[in-house]
């Protein structure tokens, strides 16, 4: 198996001067593999996934994503990359206020090519009936609750085929029964795609979805 | 995607938009309008006499003469035999003459004497000859039509006598009591100094100074066979206005009668001694052109400021559609293309207003300020107006489009719910 991630001598700290947030020597994941990423609060999860997103840029060291070796590359390419293959779940949700839902989520096929290759609208449609936001199809995303949003939020990282799918602690609004539907949807997909995953959350019991679990404090080192 | 976006997010934004559009609208017809009005003003000032090639007047000043013979404003200090008249009318260059004879008022309006080819030829305003509004054109020797300030002013119908007063003063001592005259004509108002002027015939002219020969009345009953228009004989001018066949011989022309060897007289072309006599007095618009920049000067920045702050509104949203793949290249465009479109709509908007303007404000600024404003389509000159304020309003859009595009991504996302 190629590697989907891997980084090497990773340092990054928000301000230059500041004290370090991430500095990691190694971390390989592999193509298709399911990653549950753990650690308290503040640890640097969150900046962990956007350097490997290509939201953020390491200071020194190396960060290869699908191929694609982040540090050396623009940011336009970078943007251009997530769009193409990689479906985020931001930890706060980021959708955009005034479209409704269906289009929040057919956005990244509207904005990528790469990613509107099927009938994207049918697709839409399918992970709308299956996390359960039929009657909320054509209502403002404001007009949802956190929990609804959130799933918006995961149907928007889904659609359209990603390589890779990024989510930053997607559960954290729902309760056990949304979560436990949420989860077993994402690996429902998982199963017929095979893409790379990398969950993070605090609720330590989602572990047993997956197929390795890292805690982020036992491999960054930035104290 | 573009369209897409741009609409839904101006539509979300209804009403900031609006706000936007309407205040570009402001500016365009604004400047557009304050344009045309100092346009108005220099056609309404040049063409108070059309179509008229040359003034002919004993010699003295230029401007005395355009400001007697047009405006009846000043005093000929000679006159102008009839002879030379006749003589120059023969011309064969020549294709219609005014004759003009001036010297006497009533209650302080200019008592103008002329012929028929008054009527017939004298135009204003491109095309626009003397209309009445009631009444017909003199034709006998007492007969005497009014200008449309003249007859609201004394509120004078037709058919009511009037008594000329010698001399131009408004505080006439004599006046020519022994022979009334009869109004039978009013005319239509042209917000020209023709609604200040009374019309009586050259005949008429003479008549009131039949016994007068010496300045004042020596008190003599006329025997009214004298007062018979054909036994009356003209023997002198003011003025007179020439048209002549071809404009080529104008320069000529008045190079001809400048040097006339029976009379010291000269001529004026009135097109160009009006335009001479309106950059005199030209610093109004100038003023008018400094004002109309500054308005446009508020309308680029209003355009900015409303731009900026819509952009700022929306970082987050800029940097959610970057992280989903959008390139900095196409926020730009998004940005750009929204900035222009407000222009454009504001641009509309503008030139509609104006225009609706324009169609109030009209008889008011024509009867009251002499400007004169057709309602016309754009002109090529407003069209580049146009141009240039689209264009500097889609680029001041790029300011903040451009900061969008610096913004790091990292920045939008981060901003809290
Ligand atoms: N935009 C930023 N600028 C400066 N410092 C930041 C910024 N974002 C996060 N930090 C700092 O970096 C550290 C790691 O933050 P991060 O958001 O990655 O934590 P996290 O592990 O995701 O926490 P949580 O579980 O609460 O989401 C924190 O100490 C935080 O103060
Ligand atoms: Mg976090």
Redesign the interface.
Known sequence: MTKAISLKKCLFSYDKNTKLVINIDQLDIETGEKVFLYGPSGHGKSTLLNLTAGVLKANSGSVEVLGQELTKISQSKRDHLRGEKIGYIFQIFNLIPYLTVKENIVLPCMINKKRSDDDFHKQAEELIDSLGLREYIDKKVTDLSIGQQQRVAAARALIGNPQMIIADEPTSALDEKNTREFMELLMNVWEKKKFTLIFVSHDERLKSYFSRSISLPEINHHD | ?IN?LTY??I??RKFTSFLCVLSIALSVTLFLGIERIRNGARDGFTNTISKTDLIVGAKGGPLNLLLYTVFHIGGAVNNIKMKTYEEIKKNHQVEWTIPISLGDAYRGFRVVATDENFYEHYRFRGDRSVEMSEGRIPNDTFDVVIGSVVAKKFNHKVGDPIIISHGISAQAILSHDNTPFKIIGIMKPTSTPLDTGVYITLQGMEAIHFGWETGVPNGEKINPERFKKENIQISQLTSFMVKLKSRIAVLRMRRDIDNYMDEPIMAIIPALSLQEMWETIGYVEQILFLVSLCVLLVGVLSILISLYTSINERR??M????????????IFFLLIYESSFLVLAGCILGVVSMYGLLFFVRPWLESNFSVYLPIEALSSTEWIYLGLIFVVGTLAGLIPAIKAYMNS??DG?TI??
Do not use: D, V
């Not at chain 2, 940097?319 to 196409?330: D, F, Q, Y």
């Open positions: 995607m897409f839904k997010s539509s979300n987050r949203e940097a959610i559609l970057r992280s989903l793949g959008a390139s900095s290249r196409h991504l990292q996302l809290k719910i």
